[in-house]
């Protein structure tokens, strides 16, 4: 008898709450790719959406699998724009990566988009070598890259653009 790998469990895509916080801050201290001030960024997009969600212009939904945070997205309309979203954070905990949270998280946010209107996701990047796995995960998702900026981050740290049409 051979036996077979148990399938990962399906994550299940629900709107933040105040508890997921500590989890969500510590994916993303645990991500090498994200410096600190990006983490601190990425901390207030959080404290934005949990301390005034209704008007907040920051929707984040959380993957939970098994009852424990394993990712998030974060994602809202552009301004002075007509159906133009940007994708602002995506992070999967490592333990977690490879297994779809970040494809349901990012199918649940194109969903909740295209229904509001939306018709084009935006999502800026780095063009570093360590994102070259980010870059190839976007892309399989149908994200195109259409624009970049040299030097954009920091001297040989280029902006890379990639959009989706919903």
């Known amino acids: 008898m051979t036996l077979r790998p148990k399938p990962a469990p399906q994550p299940n895509i629900r709107r933040i709450t105040r508890k997921d916080k500590p989890a969500l801050i510590k994916i993303l201290r645990s991500t090498p790719e994200f410096k600190p001030f990006e983490v601190a960024v990425a901390e207030e997009l ?5 301390d005034d969600p209704c008007s907040s212009e920051y929707y984040i939904l959380v993957a939970d699998v098994l009852g424990v945070p394993a990712g998030y997205i974060c994602y809202g309309p552009t301004p002075v724009t007509l159906g133009t979203w940007d994708i602002y954070w995506e992070a999967v905990a490592r333990e977690c990566q490879g ?23 935006v999502i800026e990047t780095s063009g570093i070598p360590s994102y070259e796995k980010t870059r190839r995960y ?5 994200f195109e ?4 900026i ?5 001297p040989g740290d280029d902006q890379l653009i990639l959009v989706k049409r919903l």
């Not at 890259?145 to 970049?148: L, N």
């Open 99 to 121: 297994q779809g949270v970040g494809r349901a998280l990012m199918a649940a946010a194109l969903k909740e988009i295209k229904e509001t209107g939306g018709r084009l996701a």
């Open 138 to 142: 976007y892309a399989g998702l149908g």
């Open 145 to 148: 890259t259409v624009a970049r």
């Open 46 to 50: 959080i404290n934005a959406s949990l």
């Open 150 to 154: 040299p030097d954009f981050y920091a």
